[in-house]
């Protein structure tokens, strides 16, 4: 079976403009795009601002909006296209099941990254976690996502909501901790230029295939107290970081106390 | 006024023997290191392990102990060296005036950087943070760091502390999130892998001029409350990972609703 040809892409935002970008990178440029707003930028396929002008007729739907505004998408464009089609949405954290109510064929094709405006990602690097009740339905998204990325992975709703949550530890509440040091340096006049190595390297030493806590080091590991308790003074000013501090600080504490194969690692 | 050519390095851990490693690159092989245990690997520079055999005329001696092994150290090294020498730790969270009371001459030079035994960091990046009581200490200790890098800061030690806590935040508790996703995945029996890029894109597009809070996304930042209670559905039996999400939930969330000049970012 070869990968669909004819595939509409529901939305150009971070996501819906990368995904386009790299279908036509890789030869498969896309039917059409559609977005409710102007595009803010050339895009590499035809583009419809108006739900009547989706064609009725591709293979694939892609839907790639905020996860609160896929049932609304997916109840217009039910009205609008060839019964036969499959649509997915692109979304971790919403189950496939909120298509079902519109669409015979449904799934989901979840890029697992961080989009922005300004950064081309390393698609061949990124998984796509795909899922469909049906078995050729799935086939199919299988085919789609390889377009995308050569890591494809077949993870239900259960299993992708999982990735999905534990994307928010190293994703969202790990931008929050780079946030905290910035406030820490700014409220110093130290420029935040002096942490980037180190949250380079923080990133660029974990491991596909071990733990991280082999890598943890610092005051909390190491059992310092003393070293904690001179943050804490200099946090006393700031509660919710001296919280924060505190907070996980004693999860490290907690996790270490546990018994656990120190392997490879000496803390420093 | 040339770099000193004459430097003894005390300590061969993670930071010394990157450090060793360094200095014979750039070409200035260190006279001597030192360090009580033997070496776990070949050095580029003559080794010794008994203080004794520490050379008395070096013009610098950097010590790159445990901070808690600092004090101990220079004590021992204070009844050896000549009297001139310029003696300095590389500690970012250590005052420079533990080593008042063995030296005249004295100082920090604290590379910022996380070392470990199976990476090589990029030297010419790594801020280099030189401390010292006297002018013609820190002109010698600003050479001797720019041997390590060309970033070269001076900071005093309140500015160096406060250095090191941002560092904790975004190295020491960042990667304690990672272990924490890798911990998610590994309850599900879904491999780590998945998260890598993820968490390398997280920390490639922090910028060193711009707040990370202009790139927050996710459930906190978008105040979705029902993603963020299925969320916690899920850590219902892990009370310390729950409270974890709670806590930084709550951080981002109450950081994001307070004036902030959203200029060119656009939650998703």
Chains 1, 2 share one sequence.
Do not use: W
């Not at 949405?89 to 697992?112: D, I, K, N, Q």
């Not at 534990?166 to 002096?194: I, R, S, W």
């Not at 990133?203 to 733990?211: E, F, L, Q, R, V």
């Amino acid at each position: 079976m070869s990968a669909p040809a004819r595939i509409v892409l529901i939305g150009a935002g971070n996501v819906g403009s990368r995904l386009a970008q790299r279908f036509a990178d890789q030869g498969y440029p896309l039917l059409q795009v559609f977005s409710r707003s102007p595009l803010k930028r050339a895009f590499p396929a035809p583009f419809v601002n108006r739900i009547s002008d989706i064609v009725p007729d591709a293979e694939v739907y892609l839907i790639a909006v905020p996860d609160d505004a896929i049932a609304d998408v997916a109840a217009q464009l039910a009205g609008q296209i060839h019964p036969g089609a499959l649509v997915a949405h692109t979304s971790g954290s919403t189950p496939s099941a909120v298509l079902s109510p519109f669409f015979e064929h449904f799934g989901v094709c979840y890029p697992l990254q961080t989009f922005s405006p300004e950064r081309i990602p390393d698609f061949n690097e990124i998984p796509v976690c795909v899922d469909a009740p049906s078995r050729v339905d799935l086939e199919v998204l299988q085919q789609v996502a390889a377009i995308i990325s050569p890591r494809v992975y077949h993870l239900d709703d259960r299993q992708r909501a999982r990735v999905h949550l534990a994307a928010v530890f190293v994703n969202n509440f790990v931008n929050h901790l780079y946030h905290t040091g910035f406030q820490l340096l700014k409220e110093a006049d130290l420029p935040f230029e002096l942490l980037l190595p180190l949250i380079r390297e923080t990133a660029a030493k974990i491991k596909p295939d071990s733990d991280p806590a082999y890598l943890q080091t610092g005051p909390a590991r190491r059992g310092d107290e003393q070293t904690i308790r001179r943050h804490l003074e200099a946090l006393a000013g700031n509660p919710e970081v001296e919280q924060l501090y505190q907070q996980i600080t004693s999860a490290i504490q907690s996790f270490h106390q546990k018994p656990f194969p120190h392997a490879h690692h000496r803390p420093d």
